[in-house]
């Protein structure tokens, strides 16, 4: 069966500091990976997908920047943390193709101070 | 990009009664999701509704989809206290590897 893994659970950093958010998927193969960002008590936003090894597609300015070095792995990454990065941030994957359901991990929660 | 809409925000039912939300969406699509959201978790995929089938169950899970309103509801019937949690909706659109989510709808559960 498929499983997907992201850590850490909980992570506090400083403003300014580097990030870097990891997820990986077992059980499938070429999957379609996503990133979201959950704000407190709202919907999710859709910050990163790819849909193959090298393959990133970003849907918003921001300081944050995704990259894909292998299959089922998918990392989120920042030079620089801003105080509006805080937030709820999770990794999904979908069996390749369009309109596939998407399977969330448990989610990384992310307070700057 | 187009995006669900819930309504209600927020249920409050006793525990046996059902449970029933409805989203909005605003364009043509191929399919709309349902998922559930436990507090400080991951969202978990519930069902899948084509845009040619108007009406769906898994277990007490019952969806509809109307798209001529372009509009769908999910009925959880004879609730448990293990439902609180928040739904939220998602529409895949013809053509695209995205879903648009909702802003989810709170639903507790009281014993």
């Known amino acids: 069966s498929q499983t997907i893994h992201q850590w850490p659970a909980t992570l506090v950093q400083p403003v300014g500091s580097p990030l870097s958010l990891e997820c990986t998927v077992e059980?499938?193969?070429?999957?379609?990976l996503y990133w979201y960002r959950q704000a407190a008590g709202r919907g999710l936003q859709l910050l990163f997908y790819?849909?193959?090894?090298?393959?990133i597609s970003s849907e918003v300015p921001q300081n944050l920047s995704a990259s894909r070095p292998q299959d089922r792995q998918f990392i989120l990454s920042s030079k620089k943390l801003l105080l509006s990065d805080s937030g709820f941030y999770l990794c999904?994957?979908?069996?390749?193709?369009?309109?596939?359901?998407?399977?969330f991990g448990d989610g990384t929660r992310l307070s700057i101070l | 990009s187009q995006q669900g809409e819930e309504d209600p925000q927020a249920l409050s039912i006793q525990e046996g009664e059902n449970a029933t939300m409805n989203c909005s969406y605003k364009?043509?699509?191929?399919?709309l999701q349902w998922y559930r959201q436990n507090s400080g978790r991951g969202l978990v995929h519930l069902i899948l509704i084509r845009s040619n089938e108007r009406e769906k169950h898994s277990g007490r899970l019952r969806v509809t989809l109307d798209t001529s309103k372009k509009s769908s509801s999910l009925l959880i019937t004879a609730s448990r206290a293990a439902d609180t949690a928040s739904y939220f909706c998602a529409t895949a659109l013809y053509g695209n590897n995205r879903l648009a989510f909702g802003k989810g709808n709170q639903v507790v559960v009281i014993p």
């Open positions: 790819s849909v193959g090894i090298g393959q």
């Open positions: 999904a994957w979908s069996p390749p193709g369009q309109g596939q359901p998407q399977h």
């Open positions: 364009t043509s699509i191929n399919n």
């Open positions: 059980g499938t193969s070429n999957p379609n």
